[in-house]
């Protein structure tokens, strides 16, 4: 039997050693889930719904212990965790209204009469990442299940203790046994066995593009289709006709929010030249200002690193000669502790390139608009990214422009769950949340009726 220690990264005391499942255990889980799926989608819609609706109360019910399971198990600040909890009932609730929505079309033909069905996939395969471990899953688990579905989650190795608790909470809230089933696994054992079964219908994948790349590689054998959500090396590009002051202010948190670990980190500053020496003075204090330390603690506001392997490799892109312009706080002793830190690197530096996935970010200028575009643009990914000006028609052009799924204006926010998301390029494929998710878990069935003529 493999076994996997699960740390807490804030102490590096193991909270917990799980079994690791095989491709076996994914044989049985589908079989089933399959059983699962056929009494769920012969329920009535509004039972369905009522169902969902009653899986969010649940999951509100247990949003505290949810909360401080994923403090200890990936050191997220009791107040964001708090927050992933509550989303995930609240993405519950939002896509329980959908099994009665989900409506096909009419269409006018000769001879008869053209109907569509959102028909059910069957069994979706879900590979989640580690580092929004609940809200993530629950961005694909909702919307499948509300689409008529089984969900098999395959969690990160190093955070699957909430997953695991939802599912049980799903069991607990009535939906039928076997319907949402958490199997923690390797990826290249338990994710390849999902992607490759023939009982899957299709695949969720959240990780790395390198991942992504292998992912669709094995879905293409078997023609399963796939929704890859990838990385992400975003740009925040400040104008100098910004709210410079609430730029400065702002920046830290669109980047070092869950301490970098976000495909959607704000990690590339674009600042224009004329307005570079005072961003910076206002950004130096704003990144001082960053609560690093214990996540059990209300007022942090950033926690450790998820694992070991991962602060070694966010900890390669800082040797002893970087060009650290300033860096923030974080504990020492104990814990994968890595403080805010911002580099001022030359355009070709890796930092300026590569997805670091921690509170690390670059800050580089730009002469004009077309320059800053022409920088934003200049990676292979594109998944989301904030504009700072106060010329409405200067966010307008730049939004078109910058080729990415989630953009925003003054602000950085880039997840609503009724809004869409999802990347350009290599951060992805496909579209997640907002009103038109539970969609990508059918296939369009068209039926034609012909009608005799009197
Ligand atoms: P990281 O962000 O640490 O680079 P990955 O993108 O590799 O992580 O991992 C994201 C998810 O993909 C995890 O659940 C991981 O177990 C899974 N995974 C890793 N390798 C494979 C693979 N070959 N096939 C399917 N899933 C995989």
Same mark, same amino acid.
């Given at each position: 039997?493999?076994?996997?220690? %699960?740390?807490?990264?804030?102490? *590096?005391?193991?909270?917990?050693?799980?079994?690791?499942?095989?491709?076996?255990?994914?044989?049985?889980?589908?079989?089933?889930?399959?059983?699962?799926?056929?009494?769920?989608?012969? =329920?009535?819609?509004?039972?369905?719904?009522?169902?969902? @609706?009653?899986?969010? &109360?649940?999951?509100?019910?247990?949003?505290?212990?949810?909360?401080?399971?994923?403090?200890?198990?990936?050191?997220?600040?009791?107040?964001?965790?708090?927050?992933?909890?509550?989303?995930?009932? &609240?993405?519950?609730?939002?896509?329980?209204?959908?099994? /009665? @929505?989900l409506s096909g079309r009419q269409?006018?033909?000769?001879?008869?009469?053209?109907i569509t069905f959102a028909?059910?996939?069957?069994?979706?395969?879900?590979?989640?990442?580690?580092?929004?471990?609940?809200?993530?899953?629950?961005?694909?688990?909702?919307?499948?299940?509300?689409?008529?579905?089984?969900? =098999?989650?395959?969690?990160?190795?190093?955070?699957?203790?909430?997953?695991?608790?939802?599912?049980? $909470?799903?069991?607990?809230? #009535? $939906?039928?046994?076997?319907?949402? +089933?958490?199997?923690?696994?390797?990826?290249?054992?338990?994710?390849?066995?999902?992607?490759?079964?023939?009982?899957?219908?299709?695949?969720?994948?959240?990780?790395?593009?390198?991942?992504?790349?292998?992912?669709?590689?094995?879905?293409? *054998?078997?023609?399963?289709?796939?929704?890859? /959500?990838?990385?992400?090396?975003?740009?925040? %590009?400040?104008?100098? &006709?910004?709210?410079?002051?609430?730029?400065?202010?702002?920046?830290?948190?669109?980047?070092?929010?869950?301490?970098?670990?976000?495909?959607?980190?704000?990690?590339? %500053?674009?600042?224009?030249?004329?307005?570079?020496?005072?961003?910076?003075? =206002?950004?130096?204090?704003?990144?001082?200002?960053?609560?690093? #330390?214990?996540?059990?603690?209300?007022?942090?506001?950033?926690?450790? $690193?998820?694992?070991?392997?991962?602060?070694?490799?966010?900890?390669?892109?800082?040797?002893?000669?970087?060009?650290?312009?300033?860096?923030?706080?974080?504990?020492?002793?104990? #814990?994968?502790?890595?403080?805010?830190?911002?580099?001022?690197?030359?355009?070709?530096? @890796?930092?300026?390139?590569?997805?670091?996935?921690?509170?690390?970010?670059?800050? +580089?200028?730009?002469?004009? /608009?077309?320059?800053?575009?022409?920088?934003?643009?200049?990676?292979?990914?594109?998944?989301?990214?904030?504009?700072?000006?106060?010329?409405?028609?200067?966010?307008? @052009?730049?939004?078109?422009?910058?080729?990415?799924?989630?953009?925003?204006?003054?602000?950085?926010?880039?997840?609503?769950?009724?809004?869409? !998301?999802?990347? !350009?390029?290599?951060?992805?494929?496909?579209?997640?949340?907002?009103?038109?998710?539970?969609?990508?878990?059918?296939?369009t069935k068209n039926?034609?009726?012909?009608?005799?003529?009197?």
């Amino acid at each position: 039997m493999t076994t996997i220690d %699960i740390v807490n990264p804030a102490t *590096e005391e193991t909270i917990s050693v799980l079994e690791l499942l095989d491709a076996t255990a994914v044989d049985e889980a589908v079989a089933r889930a399959t059983s699962a799926q056929r009494i769920w989608a012969a =329920l009535a819609p509004a039972e369905r719904a009522e169902r969902l @609706r009653g899986f969010a &109360d649940t999951v509100a019910a247990h949003q505290g212990e949810l909360a401080d399971l994923e403090v200890s198990n990936s050191g997220h600040p009791i107040g964001q965790a708090t927050w992933e909890a509550g989303h995930v009932r &609240d993405v519950l609730e939002y896509y329980a209204t959908a099994p /009665e @929505r989900l409506s096909g079309r009419q269409i006018p033909v000769a001879g008869g009469i053209d109907i569509t069905f959102a028909e059910p996939i069957g069994v979706i395969g879900v590979i989640t990442p580690w580092n929004f471990p609940m809200t993530i899953a629950a961005w694909a688990f909702a919307p499948a299940l509300a689409a008529g579905n089984a969900v =098999l989650v395959k969690p990160a190795e190093w955070t699957p203790l909430t997953m695991l608790r939802l599912a049980e $909470l799903a069991v607990s809230a #009535g $939906l039928p046994d076997g319907l949402l +089933q958490t199997l923690p696994g390797r990826g290249d054992v338990v994710g390849d066995a999902l992607i490759t079964h023939p009982g899957v219908g299709k695949v969720v994948f959240t990780g790395s593009t390198a991942t992504g790349t292998r992912v669709m590689e094995r879905a293409a *054998e078997s023609v399963t289709p796939v929704t890859l /959500e990838l990385g992400g090396k975003s740009a925040n %590009i400040v104008f100098a &006709d910004s709210d410079l002051e609430r730029a400065a202010a702002t920046a830290p948190y669109g980047v070092f929010d869950n301490a970098g670990q976000d495909c959607c980190a704000r990690s590339r %500053i674009l600042v224009q030249r004329t307005v570079y020496d005072r961003f910076m003075e =206002l950004f130096e204090p704003a990144v001082a200002g960053v609560t690093v #330390g214990d996540p059990r603690a209300e007022s942090t506001e950033m926690g450790p $690193l998820v694992s070991r392997a991962h602060w070694e490799k966010v900890s390669s892109y800082v040797p002893d000669d970087a060009p650290v312009a300033f860096r923030g706080s974080a504990p020492t002793g104990p #814990g994968f502790w890595f403080p805010p830190t911002v580099l001022t690197p030359a355009a070709s530096d @890796r930092t300026v390139r590569d997805e670091i996935f921690g509170p690390v970010v670059t800050v +580089q200028t730009f002469a004009d /608009e077309a320059e800053a575009i022409a920088l934003a643009n200049d990676t292979p990914y594109g998944l989301s990214g904030s504009i700072w000006t106060e010329n409405l028609s200067r966010a307008l @052009r730049v939004t078109r422009a910058v080729a990415a799924g989630n953009l925003s204006v003054n602000s950085h926010s880039s997840v609503r769950y009724s809004t869409p !998301f999802g990347g !350009f390029k290599q951060s992805g494929i496909g579209r997640e949340l907002g009103p038109d998710a539970p969609f990508a878990f059918t296939e369009t069935k068209n039926v034609f009726i012909a009608v005799a003529d009197a």
